[in-house]
Every structure is written in C-alpha cells, then in structure tokens.
Nanobody, 122 residues
Framework: EVQLVESGGGLVQAGESLRLSCAAS????????IGWFRQAPGKEREAVSC????????NYASSVKGRFTISSDNAKNTVYLQMNSLNFEDAAAYYC???????????????WGQGTQVTVSS
C-alpha cells in the first residue's frame, strides 16, 4: 500500500521558515517523482514543487522559486520542502504527492498524502 505521510507544518510569522517532510512507503522510491501541492480555502489547488528521485531534477512554481527548496533523501525514502521567507500567500494545506512525471497537472499524481497545514501570521 502506497503511503505518503507529511509532517512539519505549523504556525509561523511572516518571514520565517518551515521544513516539510514527506515519508514515503509501499513503493520503490526511486521509481517515482515526489511533489508538493497546496490549497488554501477558496483558492485552486496549486503545484508547488516536485523532484525526480532518480536524477534529482526539480521544478518549482514561479510563486515559490528562490524561496523554497525541494530535496530528496533516498536512503530514508523522504522528501523535504524547505520553505523560507514565508508570506501570507503561502498559508495553505500542503500535500505530498507521488507520480511518474514531473508535471504541474494534478492528474499526473495518483498518490496523495493527507496533508499538513501551514499557517502564516503577521
């Protein structure tokens, strides 16, 4: 059974940092890409970043480029999302996803975690 378990969300002040983790199990980690989507209340779901666990290539949404960094620890079957300089627009539920293609379209990500909440205060 594929499982993606997110952790690391919480409440931070604007300008601060958080690191999200996604622990994966139930599949061959290096065969899949891992990504992060987010969704805030009343807003559309947005692809944030993704990484190929086989070659390390990455993609980022323009809204987070330069502030967020995605990385993979294949020995731990875990992907991290380091989020710096958080602002109010980053507040959302963040979901870890697994798929076979680096793509911003959610249809290419068949496996989803339960999500972790990021809240940004002033």
């Amino acid at each position: 059974e594929v499982q993606l378990v997110e952790s690391g969300g919480g409440l931070v002040q604007a300008g601060e940092s958080l690191r999200l983790s996604c622990a994966a199990s139930g599949f061959t980690f290096a065969d899949y890409a891992i990504g992060w989507f987010r969704q805030a209340p009343g807003k559309e779901r947005e692809a944030v970043s993704c990484i190929s666990t086989s070659d390390g290539s990455t993609n980022y949404a323009s809204s987070v480029k330069g502030r967020f960094t995605i990385s993979s620890d294949n020995a731990k079957n875990t992907v991290y999302l380091q989020m710096n300089s958080l602002n109010f627009e980053d507040a959302a539920a963040y979901y870890c996803v697994a798929g076979v293609k680096l793509d911003a379209d959610a249809r290419y990500w068949p496996y989803w975690g339960q999500g972790t909440q990021v809240t940004v205060s002033s």
